[in-house]
Structures are given as structure tokens and as C-alpha cells.
């Protein structure tokens, strides 16, 4: 058997401050219930607090699959081994490498380093895709097709884009207008000397 000692304090109220003493209570534990709070192939652990190691998030891509895609990539599934996030990941790969001015197959091919039949059929179906969201809507105006991520408009630092109401953000080029301080200057100090003498007088 194994004990348990329970310390308690016992107040003794005879006298005005009072006393306190303290007594231990023991108890005999049975030893069914302590084999098992304490089995015999327990181990104490070396530590008690564990911190897991920090790691780098996997870097979500910025471009979102529509309904369109996700119908092309069904289309697809039979002839074509691609995760949808793998799509996604190269359909941003290769809209932050083009910005207005599409790459080429060559270039995608060196960016993306994957199967060639994937990157191919990737590579055209989003040519395809930027030339329906192009304004001429002709392969010779490729060059001009609008990105299909979503871009906010800054201000540039050689301010080429001042004129351009679509700039989201401008920097602030005058200074903050701000109250002046009152200064205590000779004249102002006379007159309150001669409102302080005024009001002293109607009272």
C-alpha cells in the first residue's frame, strides 16, 4: 500500500489574534487503484512541455479556378494526370510571368518543369483564356490581353501614372496641414491683464 498525505489547517479562535496549526492526514491507497494510476510499464516523460518546430506554410497560388476551368480539367482527367492544385499553381506561374506580354511555349516549358503534354495543353488552354479576355479579341493583339489575376493599380515612382484615374493608391506629395500653436506674444498678455482687471472690477 501506498499513502497519501493530505495537509489541512486546523484554526484555533481561543485568543483574539487566533492560532493556526497545521496537521497532515494520511491515507492508505489500495493497490488496485494504484496499478492503475501508475501501470508498471510507465515511464516518466524526460520533458513536459513540447513545442512543435516551425515550418513554412505551403504558399497558396493566387489564382482561383472558375467553373470554366474546372469543367475543362474534367474534360481533361481521361488523357491528362493534373491535381486541381497543381493547375492552379501553374496557371499562376504563368500569369505573374507575363503580366500584358504572354510568354512563350519555350519560356513556359523552362518555368514550369513538368510533363510536356501537361504543360502544353495547360499552356494553350490559357492562351486561349487570355485571348477571350483581350480587348481586340485577335491573336495579333495578344499583347494586350487583360490578366486574368486581378491586379490594383499603384502609383509608380517616376509618376507616369498621375493622370490615370484607375491608380487605387497615390502617395501624398503635400504635407498635412496641422493647427498652429498659440503663441504667448506681449500684446496678447496685455489683454488679459486688462480683461482680468475688467472682471475684477464688475464683480
Known sequence: NI???E????????????????HTRIYNVPKNIKDELYPETYKSSRQLIHVQPFSMDQDIPDYDMDSEDEK????????LDIRPLQYEEMMDRLEKSSGQQVITLK?????LRDDDDIIIAVYDYWLNKRLKTSFFNKPFFLFLATPLIPQVKTE????????????????RTEKMQTRKNRKNDEA??????KLRRDLSRAV
Open 7 to 22: 495537509p489541512f489547517q486546523h484554526n484555533n479562535s481561543t485568543g483574539i489574534l487566533g492560532t493556526c496549526h497545521t
Open 156 to 171: 509608380k515612382r517616376d509618376g507616369s501614372t498621375n493622370n490615370n484615374p484607375y491608380v487605387a493608391f497615390r502617395r
Open 72 to 79: 475543362w480539367l474534367s474534360q481533361q482527367a481521361e488523357r
Open 107 to 111: 519560356e513556359a516549358k523552362l518555368l
Open 3 to 5: 499513502t497519501f498525505k
Open 188 to 193: 496678447s498678455y496685455e489683454k488679459m491683464l
